[in-house]
């Protein structure tokens, strides 16, 4: 079985449990917890901000009330394991960044969603699960399989994708037309935009993220993956120092030296500021900049920005990533947590969401007339996320630690110049052959 | 009638005994946690010993060491620089003259500002394209730098970001100090014919000796311990060139998750910490005039 057949068979039959149970029992699912508060614990991020527009609604129609606990993203992980580790914690819904779901679920954190998903008295008959972008539920909610992150035998459904995204190349229209320029269609042709934007324009080429720790890391992946390398090979041996890994990073050094002033400092804020004040003539990261790029109160660049796919190298591949949504374990209201969850991801308030300049997570939403009229860039997201790869990353439990403490510092070096693009990944191999061999992989 | 000598500790017993149990316990606590491999988010009972692994870690581990020394470095610049200031100001503003409660409330204000507001300001302030900095720069026909993404620049970014938080707690110490200053030895030594240096640093500054003595001491530990406007301006980098140690033992403990490795350095840190403020009394012992 295909692994995204998995996820789709997965959740039908999971989804399939409430069918029977239409009706006024689904219709009065909320009534039992009116009154209660879900606390819930999101991030400052622009999909929630969005969200937060929405939330008042949930309050009106169901009667269950939501105190929001919003924490600045680099603080929530330390905030959120506090709480959950005790014995009973102070959210029942927290958001989580992706690279996160495998610490969670291996220090049983988080409820795995099927018994709820099976509860007739919660679970919505109209939910439709398999509308959700099957690349989304699977990078973002599944934990378990083969690779521990994946789908495929023995994986379950974990989370939810609430502020879920892919990688897509934005750039601005006004300048290319007047230099008579193309999208960039592989990284050859970027490579030589780079250079050339920085020099008749006299603005950044292509914004990016760049500060020590993940951001550098993230930047990095982003050219890694379609240039057809990895972090580590089948057997959880490091790569990444590879041809693909060096020549990924010595184009992440040309972004630099091409970009914008001051990207090794940048994390995603800086670089989608630098993109939206007109500092740099392209973008290429996250699809949740399509809400902002529209928005004057933040953007100089409305209405001059097209949208592309990630370009290709040796293979096309854009990112998965971004924020899901789960119930910690420890939850005191559980139950209406969850079924904030399945409000905040139905078709209704997914669409809701979208117009107040939130991202989608459902494939009904990006084909919605109303929405691709005012964002015509879903058409490139679709596309894009045909080639998206949930395993961009290897978000195994000790990601974080790697992705921080040891690629977080060398990436950063080869970026200020430091070290070589080759010095900086060869000096990686034993920090994180190290940490491997700590978290008990036999490499 | 003479009060028996048990009754003072009698008194004093009590709160003592709470503050020692408040300083010792979560000292004792991280010493405890030290000899654990603990990570944070499982119960305690998951906890494994691993003995002194973590302090023979802690020692071997070159990124401690390198972050030992950019915060070594990091303190004696901005102690130094933040006491000279400070000292200065102070003197500066002694006497009530036209606008002085205006300038003092003025160089206070820093300090009272939460230090994450700091280093988001900062960041904003020394922003490659957007900054202030770079714009005053620029006005002088001087380039734009990277003050953030060049390690050199990035340190004395930190530097500087200290620099003006804290120059303000020294100032308004000393403001304090000068004032107590028995007016009968200035006019004393004006009279024998002191000029300004030697009334400054022959008799003032000798005289406030031990308030400086323990506000360096203070501005040490704080040096040894500031977290949050790093955090937030640089994460420690271009590289690690600008990983404090409790940047480090913040990103043991809650990005790689090694809760004992973490309580082990900072025991370390602790260490340092006393050895400096020892070292710092002993250069003026405020309680020897009152022996």
Known sequence: MKRRSFVKGGAVSVFGAGLPLRGALAQSRYARYAGQTVTFGIPAHPHYDAMLKILPEFTRETGIKVDVDKLAMGRMKEKHLLEMAKPQGDYDLVSYVVMWKGEYVAKNLIHPLERFLKNPALADPAYDLNDIVPIYLENLGMVGGPKGYLAGPGAQLYGLPYGAETSVLAYRRDIFAKHNLQPPGNYDDFARLLRLLKDKEGIGALASRGQAGHQCVHAWLLHLNPLGGSVFDDRWKVRFNDEAGIKALKFLQEVVATGPAGIPAYGQGESNTAFLQGQAAMYLDSTSLAGLVNDPAKSRIAGKVSWALHPMGTRRASQSGGLGLAIPRNAKNADAGFLLMQWLTSKAQDKACTRAGGTPVRNSTMVDAELVRQYPEFITFREALKYSNPDWRPIIPVWDKINVQALGVGISEALTGKKTAEAALNDLVAPVTQIMREANYKV | ?291
């Open chain 2, 1 to 291: 009638m003479r009060t028996p000598s048990w009754v003072p500790a009698l008194y004093l017993g009590p709160a003592v005994l709470i503050m020692a149990a408040a300083c010792l316990y979560p000292v004792l606590s991280a010493f405890q946690l030290g000899f654990f491999d603990w990570s944070m988010g499982t119960p305690w009972s998951d906890a494994r010993w691993v003995g002194l692994d973590s302090f023979v870690s802690a020692f071997s581990n070159p990124r401690v060491w390198s972050s030992l020394w950019t915060t070594l470095l990091f303190a004696a610049v901005c102690v130094s620089a933040e006491m000279v200031l400070g000292i200065a100001l102070a003197l500066a503003l002694e006497k009530p003259v036209r606008g002085t409660a205006f300038f003092r409330t003025l160089f206070i204000l820093p300090m009272m500002i939460a230090p994450i507001a700091v280093g988001l300001a900062w960041r904003y302030l020394f922003d490659a394209q957007f900054g202030l900095v770079n714009a005053v720069l620029g006005l002088f026909g001087m380039a734009a730098r990277g003050w953030l993404s060049d390690p050199a620049l990035a340190f004395a970014a930190i530097v500087v970001a200290d620099i003006w938080q804290w120059t303000p707690f020294v100032f308004i110490m000393m403001v304090a100090a000068l004032a107590n200053v028995d007016a009968a030895v200035i006019e004393a030594s004006r009279i024998d014919g002191a000029r300004w240096w030697q009334m400054t640093f022959l008799v003032k500054l000798p005289m406030v000796m031990h308030v400086i003595a323990i506000t360096l001491m203070m501005r040490l530990i704080d040096a040894f311990r500031v977290l949050e406007v790093i955090y937030v301006l640089t994460f420690g980098g271009p590289g690690d060139s600008t990983e404090i140690l409790a940047l480090h033992i913040y990103k043991t403990a809650f990005v790689g998750q090694q809760l004992g490795a973490a309580a082990a350095i900072s025991v370390l840190l602790l260490v340092v910490v006393a050895a400096l403020s020892w070292g710092a009394l002993r250069l003026s012992n405020p309680l020897k005039s009152e022996k």
